[in-house]
């Protein structure tokens, strides 16, 4: 039985499928949506938040964080919204439960900016992390949705430009299907608040572009070889249509040998965490996730 404090979760989403149906004039600018998804999110306390100037990006750092350990944070919205704005306060979450720094970066979003600029964005915010002398096994990835295929497919673009590989990864309600391919989008069609099998196609056809390939690896990581990545730790609601992305991931990791665990949590829709100081089942995720991390990130390289 879901709690009634992520209810909002439901609500937020339900009040964006009616605001997505409006004309294209009276929809909100990104900013104001940013303020919807952030106010999901309790602010954390005890945790610091420093600009940075080479890169469009926002330190978070809690109070006796680990300083060499951080965790690069890409915020989700579909490639088409999204911001360091709206999600510091989640990744603030999950960053003083891991003990760690984090870094949360802005990237270029479609339409204006089709794949690979998303990409390429991200890679380049970890080689400049690189290049501030962090340990590459003292770096976890993680991310929501679009931000959770992104986890993955800057990983095989590191590895392309010769880049050593972070120490583990953790997306969550990942879409990572270009092609919308899973039985979930039938199954859960009545229970996904706002997400559906053809407004998750036209979200896709934006990021690849006119010409895209929807199975390039880099677009779409199923097809992407992730033979030698670290361990891979998944969350996803139940209630999402994006549920079998999820397991597909999960899936193709462990048929590359890599570690890999999945959690589904019932009841939960598409990237519920963001009630993280709200909601039970999302300071839970948030648990799961740091009580996983701390001893990767503390394990010697």
Same mark, same amino acid.
């Not at 919807?36 to 005890?46: F, I, N, V, Y």
């Given at each position: 039985?879901?709690?009634?404090?992520?209810?909002?979760?439901?609500?937020?989403?339900?009040?964006?499928?009616?605001?997505?149906?409006?004309?294209?004039?009276?929809?909100?600018?990104?900013?104001?949506?940013? %303020?919807?998804?952030? &106010?999901?999110?309790?602010?954390?306390?005890?945790?610091?938040?420093?600009?940075?100037?080479?890169?469009?990006?926002?330190?978070?750092? !809690?109070?006796?964080?680990?300083?060499?350990?951080?965790?690069?944070? @890409?915020? &989700?919205?579909?490639?088409?919204?999204?911001?360091?704005?709206?999600?510091?306060? @989640?990744?603030?979450?999950? =960053?003083?439960?891991?003990?760690?720094?984090?870094?949360?970066?802005?990237? #270029?979003?479609?339409?204006? %900016?089709?794949? !690979?600029?998303?990409?390429?964005?991200?890679?380049?915010?970890?080689?400049?992390?690189? *290049?501030?002398?962090?340990?590459?096994?003292?770096?976890?990835?993680?991310?929501?949705?679009?931000? &959770?295929?992104?986890?993955?497919?800057?990983?095989? $673009?590191?590895?392309?430009?010769?880049?050593?590989?972070?120490?583990?990864?953790?997306?969550?309600?990942?879409?990572?299907?270009?092609?919308?391919?899973?039985?979930?989008? *039938?199954?859960?069609?009545?229970?996904?608040?706002?997400? %559906?099998?053809?407004?998750?196609?036209?979200?896709?056809?934006?990021?690849?572009?006119?010409?895209?390939?929807?199975?390039?690896?880099?677009?779409?990581?199923?097809?992407? *070889?992730?033979?030698?990545?670290?361990?891979?730790?998944?969350?996803?609601?139940?209630?999402?249509?994006?549920?079998?992305?999820?397991?597909?991931?999960?899936? %193709?990791? #462990?048929?590359?040998?890599?570690?890999?665990?999945?959690?589904?949590?019932?009841?939960?829709?598409?990237?519920?965490?963001?009630?993280?100081?709200? =909601?039970?089942?999302?300071?839970?995720?948030?648990?799961?996730?740091?009580?996983?991390? $701390? !001893?990767?990130?503390?394990?010697?390289?």
């Amino acid at each position: 039985m879901p709690s009634k404090q992520s209810e909002a979760v439901v609500r937020h989403w339900a009040t964006a499928r009616l605001t997505s149906q409006l004309p294209v004039a009276e929809q909100p600018d990104r900013e104001t949506a940013d %303020h919807a998804w952030a &106010g999901l999110t309790s602010e954390p306390r005890d945790v610091d938040y420093l600009s940075v100037s080479e890169v469009p990006a926002l330190w978070i750092v !809690p109070k006796d964080a680990v300083p060499d350990r951080v965790l690069l944070c @890409m915020h &989700g919205g579909g490639f088409l919204s999204g911001s360091i704005y709206s999600h510091r306060k @989640m990744f603030g979450h999950l =960053a003083k439960a891991v003990g760690a720094r984090a870094l949360v970066f802005d990237y #270029r979003l479609a339409p204006e %900016h089709t794949h !690979p600029a998303q990409v390429d964005d991200a890679t380049a915010v970890y080689r400049w992390l690189l *290049d501030q002398g962090v340990d590459p096994a003292r770096i976890v990835f993680a991310g929501d949705s679009c931000g &959770g295929g992104l986890v993955i497919t800057t990983q095989l $673009r590191a590895r392309q430009q010769g880049l050593p590989l972070p120490a583990a990864a953790m997306p969550f309600s990942p879409w990572v299907d270009m092609e919308v391919t899973g039985d979930s989008y *039938d199954a859960n069609r009545d229970r996904d608040a706002y997400f %559906h099998r053809d407004l998750v196609r036209d979200l896709a056809a934006m990021y690849v572009g006119e010409g895209g390939d929807p199975r390039d690896p880099l677009v779409n990581p199923l097809y992407g *070889d992730l033979t030698g990545f670290g361990p891979i730790y998944i969350q996803v609601g139940g209630d999402e249509v994006l549920v079998d992305d999820a397991r597909l991931l999960y899936e %193709h990791a #462990r048929k590359a040998g890599v570690e890999a665990r999945l959690d589904v949590f019932p009841d939960m829709q598409h990237t519920f965490q963001m009630a993280a100081g709200r =909601a039970p089942e999302a300071d839970d995720a948030i648990q799961r996730m740091a009580a996983w991390v $701390r !001893p990767v990130l503390h394990r010697e390289p």
